[in-house]
Structure formats: structure tokens, C-alpha cells
């Protein structure tokens, strides 16, 4: 039977359909927001108020306003009350991100994104306050194009000491993001004659993408258990266009492969620098988590082996938040100047407070205790993990290192991972299927799990339906 709210802000027509109470007023306040019958900035009635209205439980309307904050449509503010976001959920994946578009998941396993509700707010707003307040006045105009001085100086201190990378703070350029730092190299590269990037057959597909949209030709290098296998390398790779071409440079993620999980083997490690060393190649090593190593230290940074020939990438994605846009790029001595004005050439500088704010947040050692903080959390969360599919879905085995925010889960089963994925979304269960990261090559059907996602009070249950899902249980 279709119910009424209004009060004297917002005149609103809920309708409840369905038996399950809580789950129809989820649906309907969220049918609301979308349509724009509930505006950005509109506030919602108490929960008392609402339930009172609707004749239903107090404690289904606070459910039901939780899951919706969680999911990002409404805001609480502790003593105020509940709000529509003003940036409403996209509809559909942010541009250039490689998330499908799934509607609203209740659960969320894919990978990329780190557990959100840990991003330390109030450390962060606290160095974004000292930060502040001392900085002069002239910080606060254009940011120079490489980066305040104050961020390369914490970032070189931080990766020499924390990733072994050879730094000093005027080899470090400051970008959007790894994203932003692929594009520069991109265009460098394309400008300096180059036309192939080979690339790890199972990686990033944005990435793949952002190089294709510089003017470089794909080759694909096979990735088993040692990492990337670099023999294509020198001409013999196979390109897009499926011919036999050489690599003019390599995108690796040797410390942590995504998504597969390997490391770089040694061996190979020493075999790719050689080949950039002798024929003038640039490494491009995407050191995206690096830090999450749980059996043993981490391995050090591949660019420590050759400086001149390797670029060291890093983001705070996986360590902060997506939603910074704040990445960095240590790089040989002749490209900074090039990297520099591409970066001046497409406007694309990086805001200064949220620079001077990382710098603070470095210097102070909050970085390191984020970094301390989120590690063990990954690490039991991964352990659960392990520990749950073990024990009840002992087909499915878990591969790659102790390490990161994702794992790949191997499907042993008759189900496709497109199977796999559409029972998961009827169990509310956002999973992705290895395919969605694959260029070439033959891999084992396999999901690869973000298990660092969820906020803490949800993982138990995702990993619960995770579980239900591989056993093939009904919703
Ligand atoms: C392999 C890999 N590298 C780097 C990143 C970080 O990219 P960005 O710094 O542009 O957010 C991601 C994020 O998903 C990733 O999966």
C-alpha cells in the first residue's frame, strides 16, 4: 500500500512495496534521490519522525538511512541529522575508472578501492589545519608543475626509506594520480618517436587504454608465476595489430602483479633492466601497493637497479583514498623536464592544499601509522578470507602472494565467472572475474576479490555471501 511522508522542507511520496519493510524503504528513498524528488543538500526527516509517520519500526528507518550513507546517497552528520548528498552516487562508473556498472551492491568485493570508512579523517584534517596555517601566502598561488617543494622533499625522505627507491626530491614529479603519471609518460614517450608499450597480459585495463589514447601500440607480456615473462620484449612481442614489434617501453607491477598477485622474479628483474639499459628502453614500474606485504618485508623497489632507466610510480589509491587524485613519479634525469611541461601543457596541475596536507600528514609520521594501521587490518582480513574458503569452499583455492588488497580466487567449478558474478549479484554481491582484466593469453576462470573494500562492520557478511556464492547456495 503506498505511504505518504511530508513534513514542511520536502513533500514526499514513499511508496513501500513488498513485505520487507526495510529494504522497500531503502529502495524508494534511493528511487527518490535518483529521480531528483529528494534534491542534493535536502535534509530528511528524523528517524523517529518518519517511522512514526509510516507506521513501521524506528530502528528499520536508522537501518535503512545506514545502508544508505554507507552506499554514499545520504549523509549523517553526528548531532544534525541525515542529508541527501550533494554529490549524488554516478549512475554509472566515474569516467575513466574500470568499474562495471552494478547497481548499488549491498556488498562489495571488487577490487581498487581501499575500505574508505578507515581514510583517517581527523588525523587528516589536523595536518590539513597545521598545514595551513603555516604556510606563507605565496603557496597559495599557481602550485609549481612538479609538485610543492615541501611534498617531494616528505615523498623522497618516505620511498628511499619505506620502498629502497634511489630519490631525491628534484627527480619527483607530483600527479593526478598513477593515471595522470601514465599519460604524462605517454605523451613523452610518443613525442620522443616511441610507438609500443609492452604491457603485463592480464593488468589495469584503463591503463591500457590511457596508452593507446598517447599514440602507443600494445604488445602483451605473459605473466606465470614468476611475474611477467620478458622474453617478448625485443622484437618477437606480438602488438594489437597482431605483427612482431620490440617494446620501446614496459609497464610492469613487479612487487605485487595486479591482478594475478606474483612477484617479479629476481632473475627477471635484472633481464628487464638490461634490456632497457641496452637499448635505451624505459621501465615504467607501477609500485601501487607496495607497502602491504604480510609474510615478510617487502620487496624492495625495482628502480633501485637502474635509475636512469626505471620511472618508480606511487599513489596514495590504496594507502589513503582514490578520491585524493595524488600520485608521484620518481624519474630519470632527462625526462623530468619533459614529463614537466606535458604536465604544463595540459593544465593538469594538483591542488596545492592537498599537497601541503600529504607533506604534513608524512613529515608528522601519520602516513606511516595509516600505513601500520590499514596493513594489519588487510592482513587478518585476508587471513579470513583464506581461513573462510578453506573450510567451506575447499575448490576454490586462493593464489598470489600475502600481500595487497586483493586476491585472486581460482574457480575450480563447472560456473563461468560470468556465472559466478550474476549469483553473486542476486546474493547483493559485487565480485569481478578475472576476464575483465585480461588482454591475452589463457588464464584459470578466477575472481579477483578486493577484500580490503568493505568497511569493517560489512566484511563479515560479504565474506559470507562470497562463501555462499562459491557453494552455489541460493539467495
Ligand atoms: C594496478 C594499479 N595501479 C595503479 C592504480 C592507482 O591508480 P591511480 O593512482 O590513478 O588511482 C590502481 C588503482 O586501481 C591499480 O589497480
Not at 79 to 91: C, F, I, L, N, R
Not at 172 to 180: H, K, N, R, T
Not at 334 to 362: M, R
Amino acid at each position: 500500500m503506498p505511504e505518504t511522508w511530508a513534513n514542511q522542507e520536502i513533500d514526499l511520496h514513499l511508496e513501500l512495496a513488498g513485505p520487507r519493510v526495510r529494504a522497500g524503504l531503502e529502495t524508494a528513498l534511493r528511487d527518490a534521490v535518483q529521480a531528483g524528488r529528494l534534491r542534493p543538500g535536502a535534509r530528511l526527516p528524523a528517524t523517529r519522525a518518519l517511522a512514526a509517520d509510516l507506521g513501521i519500526a524506528r530502528n528499520t528507518v536508522a537501518d535503512a538511512y545506514g545502508q544508505l550513507v554507507a552506499e554514499g546517497w545520504l549523509t549523517a552528520r553526528t548531532g544534525s541529522g541525515t542529508w541527501v548528498t550533494q554529490h549524488p552516487v554516478p549512475a554509472r562508473g566515474a569516467p575513466g575508472s574500470h568499474q562495471p556498472d552494478i547497481t548499488h551492491p549491498r556488498y562489495d568485493l571488487r577490487p581498487g578501492v581501499p575500505d574508505l570508512s578507515a581514510f583517517p579523517r581527523r588525523a587528516w584534517l589536523a595536518a590539513e589545519r597545521k598545514a595551513l596555517s603555516v604556510a606563507r601566502d605565496h603557496v597559495l598561488g599557481y602550485p609549481d608543475p612538479r609538485g610543492l617543494p615541501q611534498l617531494r622533499l616528505a615523498l623522497a625522505d618516505y620511498l628511499a626509506r619505506a620502498r629502497g627507491v634511489t630519490v631525491s626530491p628534484s627527480r619527483v614529479v607530483v600527479c593526478a594520480g598513477f593515471a595522470q603519471g601514465l599519460a604524462l609518460l605517454g605523451q613523452v614517450l610518443r613525442a620522443r618517436g616511441a610507438t609500443t608499450i609492452a604491457t603485463e597480459s592480464c593488468g589495469h585495463p584503463g591503463h591500457r587504454l590511457i596508452a593507446e589514447a598517447h599514440g602507443l601500440g600494445l604488445i602483451s607480456l605473459p605473466v606465470d608465476a614468476g611475474g611477467a615473462v620478458p622474453d617478448g620484449l625485443s622484437a618477437g612481442g606480438l602488438s594489437t595489430g597482431g605483427r612482431s614489434a620490440a617494446a620501446d617501453a614496459v609497464l610492469l607491477t613487479p612487487a605485487h602483479q595486479f591482478p594475478l598477485g606474483v612477484t617479479l622474479r629476481p632473475q627477471r628483474r635484472r633481464a628487464i633492466v638490461e634490456w632497457a639499459v641496452d637499448t635505451g628502453g624505459l621501465v615504467i614500474e607501477d609500485d601501487y601497493d607496495g607497502e602491504f606485504r604480510y609474510d615478510r618485508q617487502p620487496v624492495g623497489a625495482m628502480q633501485a637497479l637502474a635509475p636512469e632507466h626505471v620511472v618508480y610510480a606511487g599513489t596514495a589509491s590504496k594507502s589513503l583514498m582514490p578520491g585524493l587524485r595524488l600520485g608521484w613519479l620518481v624519474l630519470p634525469a632527462p625526462l623530468v623536464d619533459e614529463v614537466v611541461a606535458a604536465k604544463e601543457a595540459t593544465g593538469g596541475l594538483t591542488g596545492s592544499l592537498d599537497q601541503l596536507t600529504l607533506a604534513e600528514f608524512i613529515s608528522s609520521g601519520g602516513y606511516d601509522r595509516q600505513i601500520r594501521h590499514a596493513r594489519l587490518a588487510y592482513r587478518r582480513r585476508r587471513d579470513r578470507l583464506v581461513a573462510a574458503l578453506r573450510l567451506q569452499v575447499p575448490h576454490a583455492r586462493v593464489t598470489g602472494i600475502a600481500a595487497g588488497l586483493h586476491a585472486l580466487v581460482e574457480l575450480a567449478g563447472p560456473d563461468s565467472e560470468d556465472d559466478v558474478t550474476a549469483r553473486a549479484a542476486r546474493h547483493g554481491l559485487a565480485v569481478e572475474g578475472l576476464g575483465h582484466y585480461r588482454a591475452a593469453g589463457q588464464y584459470a576462470p578466477a575472481l579477483v576479490i578486493g577484500y580490503a573494500r568493505p568497511p569493517e562492520h560489512g566484511f563479515t557478511t560479504a565474506l559470507a555471501r562470497l562463501c555462499a556464492v562459491l557453494t552455489g547456495a541460493p539467495p
